[in-house]
């Protein structure tokens, strides 16, 4: 098996006698040294403000934004690069659309429909959008394994319905939810889709000229670039029908005292001075990943998470989420331990140098709908190795005992 972990310094170092094993990469993935490597070159030899000046940093930095809107457009199989706008992160492209799309589409009478397994940056906005034009929320359930049903896709989805917006993958339970049933369904009905992909570009193999969603949004940072550089992909027929977001420099074409036209598609989108670090990042990052190739990021990770399933079904203290088809699940699983918080047991293995994520995963909806309050999430990515998960293992066995009950 290649280790990839010799490229990720962060997994190679001792903390207190032993290496992290991180086991948190729906949250945030770690960078590789190439990526580190390059913002530090940018920084170095390369840093000025794109698209507005005539000198030699300015053009170079340019140049670096305009190849990375490209690679990214390449990437997901977006037809122009001008489809790729750069954000913050997939939650300002979840507000853009919100903003800049749902608020002058929408009114009175109309349905928004989402996921129930959606994160809340793809519930809240939507949530300001109902208040501000009387359209309704409308929620697609899932079953008791977390996946959408078909039943709902079929009855939600109607006449009504003006936008669907749902996650590709959900972050709490890692269920690939029926994407293609759920554009195909919207289309009939001349619906906008949207698809969150925070949690299935870094890991699957997407290709939107096949899967055909209006607009698709992911974060630099669950696949190995950094923090605060994230993508909205949406079709040039779509953008142009939407307003600008943000509004002030580099956004506009000209200003006068009362009046300002807008630059063209994707520039109008992208106000004020922008995060070139962050696009270095993203453009080596998805170096790293094609040169792996996305085919194998996800058997590796399928790998995994077979071997996780195996190793935990037969331990009576743990009830695991998901289900057991891993066909349609990704390198994601929750689950709790009997009596325990999971706080608690994220606070223990903590102790044994094992990040996992406890909590509500920022999908309090789904957590309310599935009847609990909270879950233990481990989550993978290429890198992690069955050692990680054999260590995991071991700990989560000894939590019930560190608090005093029976194992
Ligand atoms: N959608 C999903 C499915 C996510 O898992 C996350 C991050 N946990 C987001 C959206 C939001 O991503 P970010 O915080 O990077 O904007």
């Known amino acids: 098996m290649i280790n990839y972990k010799k490229d990720f310094e962060v997994l190679q170092k001792e903390v207190n006698g032993s290496t992290i094993a991180y086991l948190d990469n729906a949250a945030t993935t770690q960078k590789p040294k190439q990526v580190i490597e390059a913002i530090r070159n940018y920084n170095k030899n390369y840093n000025g403000s794109p698209h507005r000046g005539a000198h030699y940093l300015s053009i170079k930095a340019t140049e670096i934004y305009e190849e990375t809107r490209k690679k990214v457009s390449e990437f997901i199989g977006a037809s122009k690069s001008e489809e790729i706008i750069f954000t913050k992160n997939a939650t300002e492209s979840l507000n853009l659309l919100a903003y800049s799309y749902g608020l002058n589409q929408l009114k009175e009478g109309d349905e928004i429909v989402l996921g129930i397994t959606n994160h809340h940056s793809n519930i809240v906005p939507w949530q300001m959008i109902s208040e501000k034009t009387g359209a309704k929320i409308v929620y697609i359930m899932s079953d008791k394994n977390g996946q959408l049903k078909k039943e709902e896709i079929e009855s939600k989805i109607n006449k009504k319905t003006k936008i669907v917006s749902v996650s590709h993958v959900s972050n709490t339970f890692g269920i690939i939810h029926p994407v293609e049933e759920i554009i195909k369904k919207a289309k009939e009905f001349s619906a906008t889709v949207i698809i969150d992909g925070a949690q299935s570009i870094p890991h699957l193999k997407i290709d939107v000229s096949k899967l055909d969603p209006d607009f698709l949004v992911f974060s630099g940072h669950k696949m190995l670039a950094s923090m605060g550089i994230g993508v909205l992909y949406g079709k040039f ?171």
Not at 306 to 316: E, F, I, N, V
């Open 237 to 407: 027929e779509k953008l142009k029908e939407m307003s600008p977001f943000l509004f002030g420099g580099d956004m506009i074409e000209y200003v006068d005292l009362y009046k300002t036209t807008y630059e063209e598609i994707p520039y109008r989108f992208e106000a004020g001075t922008q995060n070139v670090e962050g696009v270095v990042s993203l453009s080596v990052a998805i170096d790293y990943l094609n040169n792996i190739g996305m085919e194998n990021v996800e058997n590796k990770e399928k790998e995994l998470l077979k071997y996780t399933l195996s190793r935990l079904k037969d331990k009576h203290f743990i009830e695991l989420h998901g289900g057991n088809d891993t066909s349609y699940r990704t390198g994601i699983v929750s689950f709790n331990i009997k009596d325990v918080h999971p706080h608690d047991v994220a606070t223990i293995l903590d102790e044994y140098n094992i990040a996992i994520r406890s909590g509500h995963h920022c999908a309090q909806p789904f957590m309310k709908s599935m009847g609990f309050n909270s879950t233990c999430r481990i989550s993978f990515y290429f890198y992690n190795t069955f050692e990680d998960i054999d260590r995991f293992i071991e700990a989560i066995e000894k939590v019930r005992g560190y608090l005093g009950y029976e194992s």
